[in-house]
Structure formats: C-alpha cells, structure tokens
C-alpha cells in the first residue's frame, strides 16, 4: 500500500491507497519540534487505531512546503515503516512542464495539485487550493504550468482579523443566514466568506480572459473549498483529495 503525505504550513495529511483506492486520509498538525521517533509512532499510532496495519505499507511519497520537518519526518518513516520516501522535488517525473519565468519557485503542492487537475479532470484547466494561502494555477491544454496566483488564505485572513483587532473575537468560519449582517459574529463571517466567494469568482474570470481560455474546467481543493464551490458556479469540482490523488500520480510515474 501507498503512503501519501502532504506536509502544508498549517497541517499534514495522510492518506493510504491501495492501488487506487484511496483507504483513509488523515490529519496531524505542523509542529517543528516534533522528534524522528514521535512523527514515526504518531503516524504508526493513526493508521493502527484505523485498522491499517503500518507493516503493509510499502512506499510512501511526501510533497512538503516546510522544509525544517522534512529530516525529522523521513527519519521516522525510515525507522518506523522501513520505507525511504519519494519526495516530491526537482527532477522528479510530473507530466506538467512548467513555463513560467522561474520554475524552480513553484511549490512541491502546487505541483502536485496541477499534475492530479491535468490528469483527472484534463486541460486546460484552473486549480484553487484553498489552504492557508489561496491559490489559483492555469495548466493549459498540453500540461504546461502556465500561470499562479497567490492570495491569504481564509483562516489566515480570519487571524489576521481577531488578532490584529483587540476588539475582534476568534470566530467559526461559515456563511451567515445574510450578507446584512446586525452583529459583529455575522459581519465577520459576512466579510470572509463573501469576500473569498468575490475573490474568487473575480481572479477565475480575469485567469479566463488573459488567458483566452474560455472552455477551462476550475477544480477546487482544501479545507474550506467546500464552503466556497457550494455558493459559486465559477468552480466546476470539488474534490477534497485532489492533492492526495496527486501524490499517487507522480508516485506511479517514478516508482521503479
């Protein structure tokens, strides 16, 4: 069976495929101080309690955009899983030639997010990640990475928020009953999820018209995607284990 890890600012995901069946997927926090030893029993920990023996894992592939974990962590899935990880970097096999001016800036998730968009759903096409940042990449028509754009992302515009308003409470991100909001909880919530849905909307149509690509497909992924694709008919998909899907992808591509 395939490990896929997906290691982001805020959380890592796991997900287990057996071939491609996607098993289960998972969630652990990024923490920076974490041990070899305490990455691998956690990850151990999860998939035992999930009744997924960790013994049957037999690859495992991990996209990270925290490179201070990325030591710890492929010690412990060495140690623990007996598996020396793929990782998604430089030179690795994807199937999207990236054409824009410095490639090499291009982050291992969107990568990954752009080859599983070309390959599951075809090009051209538009894919929104909404984690902690949002970001929106074009791969055209023959899987060139053409384009990115990067905006905060809805959590990280929510701190932003309460942390830098004194008078601002921590809230739980949802769309309220009205845009007409008459009290602070639902003006908050106003202001960010109809902001996200206009964020959104807006950069697609302005991605279709400089790019002339009138006839492309927008697929959407990450935590609070689901809240912004229910409310929009500018996003075609959404598909919450698009990256994982990914990482199985580019594995296949470069498994011996």
């Known amino acids: 069976m395939l490990l896929t890890i997906d290691v982001g600012n805020t ?4 997900g287990v ?11 652990m926090t990024t923490k920076r101080s974490r041990t070899s030893d305490e990455y691998g029993f956690t990850i151990c920990g999860i998939l035992e309690h999930r009744n ?16 201070d974990i990325m030591h710890s962590l492929t010690s412990g899935i060495i ?10 970097s430089a030179g690795i096999k994807t199937g999207i030639r990236i054409v824009t001016e410095n490639p090499k800036e ?18 051209p096409v538009i894919v929104v990640d909404f984690g902690t ?44 009953d009205s845009i007409l909001a008459k009290e602070t909880i639902s003006s908050m919530q106003a202001g960010l999820v109809y902001g996200a849905i206009g964020q959104t ?11 002339g690509y009138d006839n492309v497909k927008v697929v959407a992924t990450g935590g609070l995607g689901r809240i912004i694709s229910e409310e929009t008919d500018s996003i075609d998909v959404y598909d919450p284990e698009l990256t994982l899907s990914g990482l199985r992808l580019i594995y296949n591509k470069n498994k011996k």
């Open 201 to 211: 909307e807006y950069i697609i149509r302005k991605i279709k018209e400089e790019s």
């Open 133 to 176: 940042a949002t970001t929106y990449d074009l791969i055209g028509a023959k899987g060139t990475f053409e384009a990115g754009i990067t905006a905060p992302g809805i959590e990280t515009a929510a701190r932003s928020l309460w942390g830098g308003a004194a008078m601002l409470p921590a809230i739980e991100i949802r769309k309220p």
């Open 106 to 123: 291009i982050g291992p998730d969107r990568i990954v997010d752009a080859v599983a968009g070309y390959e599951m759903y075809g090009g």
């Open 52 to 67: 997924i023996s960790s013994g049957k894992i037999n690859a495992v592939i991990v996209a990270s955009v925290v490179p």
């Open 17 to 27: 495929f057996d071939k491609e069946k996607l098993l289960g997927t998972f969630r």
């Open 79 to 88: 140690k623990y899983l007996d598996v020396r990880p793929v990782i998604v």
């Open 11 to 14: 959380n890592i995901t796991l």
